[in-house]
């Protein structure tokens, strides 16, 4: 788990203050392209993942998108959204889509931050960077076989969401 050891500073309404900061401290490589935009390479266990943030003040919204680096070609373009589809039925926070003109698989999701302090804040938005780093590790051999175009994906798929009952 990602663990935040200290608490963070920050003045204005703007979280990727604090995620840069906590990015830093990590020794993650980080990217703060305009005021409302960070991007974050993360180190995954199968790859490593760009990480991508969008604040929108507006609606005091956190949009996070965490991509695979995989292009999906026109031609595995359909196996790969019947991948998509099996495997939004069965998250419980955030989805997968094709993103980047539809050739890239991302996780994504939203937190709304409106009422959230900020050092709680901090710690929601590092537990979602730990659950798109799973679940993109936990499906990036499923969306490799799309990209190659390989139809053992659905039986990689099967054993990726195959859930356990109890103990041995």
């Known amino acids: 788990m990602i663990s935040i050891p200290f608490e ?3 003045e204005d309404n703007n979280p990727l ?3 840069e900061e906590l990015a830093t401290t990590k020794g993650w490589s980080c990217v703060r392209s305009e005021e409302a935009v960070l991007t974050i390479t993360l180190p995954g266990q199968k790859s490593t993942f760009e990480l991508s943030m969008e604040w929108q003040e507006e609606f005091s919204a956190l949009l996070i998108a965490c991509s695979i680096p995989l292009e999906i070609s026109e031609a595995n373009y359909e196996i790969a959204v019947q991948a ?5 039925q069965n998250l ?3 989805h997968f889509d ?3 003109k539809g050739k890239y698989p991302t996780f994504r999701h939203t937190l709304m931050l409106r009422v959230i302090p900020a050092g709680v804040a901090v710690d929601i938005i590092a537990d979602i960077f730990e659950i798109a780093t799973a679940e ?4 990036y051999t499923t969306f490799r076989l ?9 039986d990689d798929l ?3 969401i195959f859930e356990t009952i109890g103990e041995a």
């Open 146 to 154: 799309a990209h190659e175009g390989d139809m053992r994906l659905h």
């Open 84 to 88: 998509l589809e099996k495997i939004n």
């Open 136 to 139: 993109c590790n936990r499906f």
């Open 92 to 94: 419980w926070l955030g």
């Open 8 to 10: 963070l500073s920050y």
């Open 158 to 160: 099967n054993a990726a």
């Open 17 to 19: 203050d604090m995620v």
């Open 98 to 100: 094709l993103s980047y």
